[in-house]
């Protein structure tokens, strides 16, 4: 594996992650894809091999390791991974696009900037991001259940039962290494939670943080009204009124101030 490479596309995501971003690329990418690579495909080898029945009856061994072992767990370890880093690179490539399309305009303008904050999740990439959390939460969560319909207990046993045909009647099966297994199977199965709680936790802040990021600025517009695009037409709609005021400055004639019979209007006023 050519580390420079992934260091690389990972750039993308560390830019822009929050600290709890970055706490879960660490925890994926070196309590989950290390140990796996390095220890669980070791630790399970296998199974079929090892999976011992006390019967010789042709086909017995074969039918029961595929009524207790449906799925593998290396190979469901596999797909999940894949699928929860699948979303992180989905960000790097909307951090690409982004870099492209204000190159192209620097390259054409020359000043200033295509986006308002190039260095902040704002706009397409916010949402990105906060689509790649949920993406990533319900994805272990999945797994998570996969695991408990396969394996109800989540451990292994050390012996199991097997009454399957062709087994002429009701055999013990022995799995090897169920202890050291299990030991693997906690630290994935734990280690998938705390992913799932350090998603869960990054979403609720940028959330909060985008709400009161919001009220602030609808708290600033009384203090500084320029900000409010219904100021410029306020402020025409004042300019109007005062020059309907002084129309009549310039002219000769003048609106008339009184009646043109005050003594009448008085006789009505009083009757």
Request: proline residues 6%; charged residues 20%; aromatic residues 12%.
């Amino acid at each position: 594996m050519n580390w420079s490479i992934f260091e690389g596309l990972l750039s993308g995501v560390n830019k822009y992650s929050t600290a709890f971003g970055r706490i879960w690329l660490s925890l994926v990418f070196v309590f989950r894809v290390l140990v796996y690579l390095v220890t669980v495909e070791r630790v399970w080898g296998d199974d079929q091999k090892d999976f011992d029945c006390n019967t010789r009856q042709p086909g017995c061994t074969n039918v029961c390791f595929d009524e207790f072992f449906p799925v593998s767990h290396v190979r469901l370890w596999a797909l999940q991974l894949i699928l929860v880093t699948c979303p992180s690179l989905l960000v790097v490539m909307h951090v690409a696009y982004r870099k492209a399309r204000e190159k192209k305009y620097q390259e054409e303008v020359g000043k200033g900037h295509l986006y308002l904050y190039p260095g902040k999740k704002r706009g397409g990439l916010w949402w990105t991001y906060v689509c790649s959390l949920l993406f990533k939460a319900s994805i272990d969560v999945i797994f998570l259940y996969v695991f408990h319909v396969f394996y109800p207990k989540y451990t292994l046993p050390s012996v199991v039962k097997c009454h399957a045909t062709p087994c002429p009647n009701t055999v013990d099966c022995f799995i090897s290494k169920p202890s050291e297994k299990n030991i693997f199977i906690i630290f994935m199965l734990v280690t998938a939670v705390i992913c799932i709680l350090l998603n869960l936790v990054e979403l609720a802040y940028l959330v909060i943080k985008r709400c009161s990021e919001c009220m602030e600025s609808r708290r600033a517009l009384p203090a500084r009204p320029e900000l409010d695009p219904n100021w410029v037409n306020s402020s025409s709609k004042q300019k109007d009124l005062l020059a309907g005021d002084l129309i009549f400055l310039d002219s000769d004639t003048h609106p008339p101030l009184l009646p043109d019979r005050p003594r009448a209007h008085v006789k009505k006023t009083i009757l």
